[in-house]
DNA sequence: GTTGAGCGTT
């Protein structure tokens, strides 16, 4: 399951977000998003997680949790278009 | 040494 992690501190990597879901389950991918055009934070990531009910207790365990000082905000990330194993 | 709503660079 692909989770959308807001709120974030600017000093918050993606290894950061890996070792906060890490304890509640397998986390497949974590990534924190930062500007592309100078480097810097933008304060939001995504993760990713094998298993999904892993995922949606982590969500809920960890929404509105304080991370560095301030309140994260975790949901379930939106779907991007794939047009993989998936039919309509 | 800066800032604060949002859904990503593959």
Known sequence: MNI???????????EELKNLFTPFGTVTSSKVINDRETG???????VEMDDDAAAKKAIQQLDQS???????????????????????
């Open 4 to 14: 959308y992690v807001s709120n974030l501190a600017f000093n918050i990597q993606d």
């Open 40 to 46: 810097r934070s933008r304060g939001f990531g995504f």
């Open 66 to 88: 304080s991370l560095d000082g301030r309140a994260i905000r975790v949901s379930e990330a939106r779907e991007k278009p794939a047009r993989s194993n998936n039919r309509y």
